[in-house]
């Protein structure tokens, strides 16, 4: 399944998307409960009630939207826990309200608390001046991104972004 594209701005796209994620039909009630953004990655949390009195009818789950521009326009591209999405920058307060019962959704939660525990507490700021190989040419870490787990390396008038988990695991031994 692909994005959708109909919205002018990402402000509009993000209050679309949560507009549409508290509704009542004959089969289900859904209530959002929390969301959170995450760079282009949009979680909400919702508490779905089936009313059809399955076994686990009522549970808590988090729908991750991916959001993206193209043509001038902003769409996004939404899928269930259920789904596996490889993307685990969920916060951790909703993965730890999920009660959704399919193993598919525990299994993502658990990737996401994972991927939580692989994060180091050193900050970007504190990577600054720190020396890491890429393919054997030597980068220096000149300056923080605009998100709090990213970085700027450069050298000999090559810049790249990185994520501190990369540049992690790519410095040199006196600087780790």
């Known amino acids: 399944m692909g994005y959708c594209f109909r919205c002018d701005s990402k402000e509009?796209?993000?209050?679309?998307?949560?507009?549409?994620?508290?509704?009542e039909n004959d089969k289900a009630k859904v209530v959002l409960l929390d969301h959170s953004l995450r760079g282009s990655e949009l979680y909400t949390l919702q508490y779905i009630s089936f009313?059809?009195?399955r076994e686990n009818g009522t549970?808590?789950?988090?729908?991750v939207h991916l959001l993206k521009k193209s043509g001038g326009?902003?769409?996004?591209?939404?899928?269930n826990i259920c789904e596996e999405p490889y993307y685990y920058n969920a916060p951790k307060k909703f993965l730890n309200l999920v009660t959704d019962p399919s193993e598919?959704?525990?299994?993502?939660?658990?990737?996401?608390?994972?991927?939580?525990?692989?994060?180091?507490?050193?900050?970007?700021?504190?990577?600054?001046?720190?020396?890491?190989v890429i393919g054997g040419v030597?980068?220096?870490?000149?300056?923080?991104?605009?998100?709090?787990?990213?970085?700027?390396?450069?050298?000999?008038?090559?810049?790249?972004r990185c994520t501190k988990k990369f540049i992690r695991g790519n410095m040199e031994e006196n600087d780790v």
Do not use: A, H
Not at 59 to 63: A, C, G, L, S, Y
């Open 51 to 53: 009313k059809d009195g």
């Open 138 to 160: 030597r980068y220096t870490v000149k300056s923080e991104y605009d998100r709090k787990n990213m970085v700027i390396i450069s050298e000999r008038g090559d810049t790249f």
């Open 12 to 23: 509009e796209q993000i209050q679309e998307l949560l507009r549409q994620s508290t509704f």
């Open 59 to 63: 549970f808590v789950t988090i729908d």
């Open 73 to 79: 326009l902003w769409g996004c591209k939404s899928m």
């Open 104 to 132: 598919s959704s525990k299994n993502w939660v658990k990737k996401c608390l994972e991927n939580k525990s692989n994060e180091t507490s050193v900050s970007p700021s504190e990577m600054i001046g720190k020396k890491v």
